[in-house]
């Protein structure tokens, strides 16, 4: 489903022409069932990625330890051939899903985001590539506060 | 030296005097313009501005007196400490461990023995020292209080040393930067208890 | 109305590499102030373009962190080309700004 | 690619130890914060204030509808380029020294017709509100990025108010007994909580104290200057508060930022 929606955005952007000024953005749905979901796996499911491959090709550069849970910068790269997407999931946030980055006409497959981490966690990300999900995961702690003060 | 005689000239005969005598005079200038440009805020009256004899002392040795001076100082700390009354030094290390976590109390929105949330006030102990196993995010700027009790023995001087230093720490240090706990009201007499069998309780995980 | 991005482009061979400032507060829903939540705020969507042809697109949370910083790279891209990045929030406002790629150091 | 097989290798290499962090040393976790802080460093959104207060300084506002441009940072009216790196600096206008937030209020002040009482109301940044000074003082701040710096000691009264904000630096008071160099004039690598404390009074560290502020400060997600920053240090040692722009800041700046002398400045910060 994931890969249809942006496929169909896509063709619409084509249809359209460059000249399109509204953004692309404005004709997707923004996906409130999974970005409400409480669960990666919901998330998941909710974005209809299925059956995602462990895979050594996705590089995710993020602290062992994040000085601050508020801004834990990250940058994701996918070695995958044909990937078109990069979504993200903040395993123990109350809502996991945090985003999926679309690549197009030339995007190279890397971003790099900030995110809010409430407690130590797996950050899993998922790439989409060739039609296929792929998936790797990196561990964040994040510490406590300064004085409290 | 000179240039700032003149320069205090314009301040007035009193200061001129007591430039005269030295560093001294740079001090009290800098007392004058820190009365003058600060403002109370809630429960931090303008008398913590005003220094105590101690206060002083440390200031004017910058925080190393001779060993005399030091000595007529901690006497002096040691004598203002209040002993529990039921002559019990030990409370409840579960209490303890809540307290030395908690870094708030005193400041402008704190409330009189209570911070602004309305706990009671902390002991900031982890800000400064090692104490528990389980709380790896510890200051290092006093010494390791892990295995406190077991390091130095349960026994009754010890329980005593516990209960004055969270009292008054500059009893054992004239100019310690550890606060006087006891001695400028923060805790009370359970917390500082509460404290002590943090430290001192066998049963504590600090003595694990 | 809604405060400008800083958006900086700079291009290295064939690759531009894009960096974007966003002041938002990217509000979780879960701030407190003066005892009552802080409504729900952030930024949903983002929209890059390279010379009119959109090549980097997302949909995020409020998990991103307040006043988002994204990074993004571009093949293909020359001094002097046009970068538009448009944002757009859960309230429906928007914003977009643009700058020129810059050649390389 | 290269960079990419690198991120590879530290990922293989760092793929438990978190896990045992106990294990893990102070040192290890500090070069783990520093260089995630140079990621951080290199997008701040500090940056988004600097636009902000240069559209500020050149916009015509205040009763008397005129901008800051003929405002003296000490480098001439108008002269922003370089200017933060020589301040706190002594102005014969005012006869005493002012830091650059100070000035900018004076400035603001006299040449804009606003009221100190209004602009010292809620000085301090918000989630929701960044005052126009935080703002104006990050953009001046920003024009002296990779300066030197050299805060100006050749008038009696800058060397004065060196002396009188070192005084102000280990003044021990209020109910704590804390001085500024209590947790700021300690030597080695000391640490609150899991926070570095560099030791303001020695001029190998002392730069840390002039780099962070004005800053980006990721809790909260809010700009703040240096005057905010100590002022919430007394706050923090349990001292009264100290007026807006007031004397006695400048008196502690000049001394931290003398102390400073001759190293780069690289700000606006980002904090924690």
């Known amino acids: 489903m994931l890969q249809t929606r942006r496929t169909v955005t896509f063709g619409l952007v084509a249809a359209l022409g460059a000249a399109l000024l509204k953004p692309v953005r404005a004709l997707a749905a923004w996906n409130q069932g999974a970005f409400q979901a409480k669960s990666t796996l919901d998330g998941m499911n909710a974005l209809g990625i299925t059956n995602p491959q462990d895979t050594q090709d ?39 899903y945090t985003g999926t980055f679309d690549f197009a006409a030339g995007a190279v497959p890397f971003v790099h985001l900030r995110a809010k981490i409430g407690e130590s966690t797996p950050v899993r990300v998922v790439v989409a590539a060739g039609g296929k999900f792929y998936t790797a995961a990196k561990e964040v702690k994040v510490t406590i506060g300064g004085c409290g003060g | 030296m000179k240039l700032k005689t003149l320069a205090l000239l314009a301040g007035g005969a009193t200061v001129l005097a007591s430039c005269a005598t030295g560093p001294g005079g740079t001090h009290r200038e800098a007392v004058r313009l820190m009365q003058r440009d600060f403002k109370p805020v809630g429960i931090a009256g303008m008398d913590r501005l005003k220094q ?82 389980a709380t790896t995010s510890f200051g290092t700027i006093g010494p390791s209080l892990y295995q406190f009790g077991k390091l130095r023995g349960y026994g009754q001087d010890i329980q005593r040393y516990a209960y004055a230093k969270i009292y008054n720490a500059k009893a054992y240090v004239a100019c310690s930067e550890m606060p006087r706990f006891g001695h400028s009201g923060t805790l009370t007499e359970q917390q500082m208890k509460d404290l002590a069998a943090l430290l001192m309780d066998p049963a504590s995980p600090v003595n694990q | ?53 959109t090549v980097f697109s997302a949909d995020i949370s409020q998990a991103i962190s307040r006043n988002p910083v994204f990074a993004f790279k571009v093949k293909g891209a020359k001094a002097g080309d046009r970068i538009t990045v448009t944002w757009k929030d859960n309230k429906g406002e928007t914003r977009t700004d643009e700058t020129t790629v810059r050649g390389g150091s | 690619m290269r960079h990419v097989l690198m991120v590879g290798l530290a990922a293989a290499l760092a793929a438990a130890p978190w896990l045992t962090a106990s294990a893990q040393t102070e040192d290890e976790i500090n070069a783990e914060f520093e260089k995630f802080r140079a990621v951080l460093e290199q997008d701040n959104p500090a940056e988004l204030w600097e636009v902000k ?220």
């Open chain 3, 1 to 53: 109305m809604a405060d400008p991005m800083k958006i900086r482009a700079t291009v290295q061979g064939d690759v531009a590499d894009v960096r974007v400032l966003m002041a938002h507060p990217m509000e979780t829903g879960q701030r407190k102030q003066a005892g009552k939540a802080v409504p729900l705020h952030f930024i949903q969507s983002i929209t890059a373009q390279l010379n009119g042809t």
């Open chain 4, 53 to 272: 207060g240069e559209g500020l300084w050149k916009t015509p506002r205040g009763p008397k509808n005129a901008s800051l441009e003929k405002c003296d940072l000490g480098l001439g009216p108008g002269v922003v380029k370089g200017a933060y790196a020589q301040m706190p600096r002594y102005f014969a206008d005012v006869d005493r020294v002012m830091d650059a937030e100070a000035r900018i209020v004076h400035c603001m002040i006299t040449l804009q017709g606003f009221k100190y009482e209004d602009l010292a109301k809620a000085p301090f940044s918000s989630a929701t509100r960044t005052p126009d000074p935080v703002s104006i003082v990050t953009y001046v701040a920003a024009q002296s990025a990779g300066m030197k710096l050299a805060p100006s000691q050749s008038h009696p009264k800058e060397k004065e108010a060196y002396a009188l904000g070192k005084e102000i630096f280990f003044f021990r008071g209020g109910p704590w007994d804390f001085s500024c160099a209590s947790c700021h004039g300690l030597e080695g690598k000391k640490r609150i909580r899991t926070q570095l404390l560099p030791n303001f009074a020695d001029p190998a560290t002392a730069i840390a104290a002039v780099q962070a502020w004005p800053g980006y400060r990721m809790t909260g997600g809010v700009m703040h200057s240096l005057q905010w920053r100590l002022s919430d240090c007394f706050r923090q040692q349990r001292l009264p508060k100290p007026d807006y722009a007031s004397e006695t800041l400048s008196l502690l700046m000049t001394y931290l930022t003398v102390n400073a002398s001759g190293h780069v400045y690289k700000g606006p910060g980002i904090k924690r």
């Open chain 2, 52 to 133: 105590d004899e101690l206060q002083a002392a440390c200031n004017k040795y910058n925080n190393d007196p001779p060993k005399e001076a030091a000595d007529k100082l901690q006497k002096a700390q040691y004598a203002t400490v209040k002993w529990p009354a039921d002559g019990k030094l030990l409370g409840n290390w579960k209490e303890g461990e809540k307290i030395a976590q908690r870094g708030r109390g005193m400041a402008w929105n704190d409330k009189p023995g209570k911070t602004s949330r309305g706990e009671p006030n902390g002991g900031s102990c982890y800000n400064c020292h090692q104490i528990g196993p």
């Open chain 1, 58 to 96: 996705i590089v995710i550069r993020a602290p062992d330890i994040a000085e601050n849970g508020a801004v834990v910068p990250m940058d994701i790269t996918s070695n995958i051939p044909g990937t078109t997407s990069i979504s993200v999931f903040i395993e123990k946030n109350p809502f996991p």
